[in-house]
T-cell receptor, first 115, second 107 residues
Framework: DVKVTQSSRYLVKRTGEKVFLECVQD?????MFWYRQDPGLGLRLIYF???????EKGDIPEGYSVSREKKERFSLILESASTNQTSMYLC??????????????FGPGTRLTVL | GIQVEQSPPDLILQEGANSTLRCNFS?????LQWFHQNPWGQLINLFY???GTKQNGRLSATTVATERYSLLYISSSQTTDSGVYFC?????????FGKGTRLHILP
């Protein structure tokens, strides 16, 4: 079974803090993704990575950065957390040689609250 | 950009009922997936279905790419089917999700 794990299920941070969300997958997938999910807006892509040290912006990258130093790990960084970044964050991975989307596998999500 | 619309937004059914969820998209897409998000927030892949019909137990899906829609069928609903169902389309290496259909199955 594919396993995608996220470092925290719930997280509470203060405005201005630097926040790290970690995602690890154990299936040697090339592609990894970070989404946020908000009521009424569905899931929106923040960043994705198709290889180690490679990253591309999604639809809403502002206020976020990412790091992919190892194939199995994709980190989402909030440089200075703000209240409008309170959301559910979902990580996903997929195996695709040509960057086309194949079946994605999701982690359990991290519910981040910024006070 | 491409628009993805799901209907109905909410659906309440009695256990044992059948349901059809619809996903319309505004332009041609490379791929389409259906997901189920359970009440605990976990997103589960259901189908990867850019075209044609697939079946998995009580669930089946049909995508008619030329007419830009996909349908998800759930037969003999169970309470564990409750949650939000999302369709997501892939276009130009970007994935766009619909806003979901919230399904509540009553015991």
């Amino acid at each position: 079974d594919v396993k995608v794990t996220q470092s925290s299920r719930y997280l509470v941070k203060r405005t201005g803090e630097k926040v790290f969300l970690e995602c690890v997958q154990d299936m040697d997938h090339e592609n990894m993704f970070w989404y946020r999910q908000d009521p009424g807006l569905g899931l929106r892509l923040i960043y994705f990575s198709y290889d180690v040290k490679m990253k591309e912006k999604g639809d809403i990258p502002e206020g976020y950065s990412v790091s992919r130093e190892k194939k199995e790990r994709f980190s989402l960084i909030l440089e200075s957390a703000s209240t409008n970044q309170t959301s559910m964050y979902l990580c996903a991975s997929s195996s695709a040689g040509d960057r086309a989307v194949d079946t994605q596998y999701f982690g359990p999500g991290t519910r981040l609250t910024v006070l | 950009g491409i628009q993805v619309e799901q209907s109905p937004p909410d659906l309440i059914l009695q256990e044992g009922a059948n349901s059809t969820l619809r996903c319309n998209f505004s332009d041609s897409v490379n791929n389409l997936q259906w997901f189920h998000q359970n009440p605990w927030g976990q997103l589960i892949n259901l189908f990867y279905i850019p075209s044609g019909t697939k079946q998995n137990g009580r669930l089946s899906a049909t995508t008619v790419a030329t007419e830009r829609y996909s349908l998800l069928y759930i037969s003999s609903s169970q309470t564990t089917d409750s949650g939000v169902y999302f369709c997501a389309v892939d276009r130009d290496d970007k994935i766009i999700f619909g806003k979901g259909t919230r399904l509540h199955i009553l015991p």
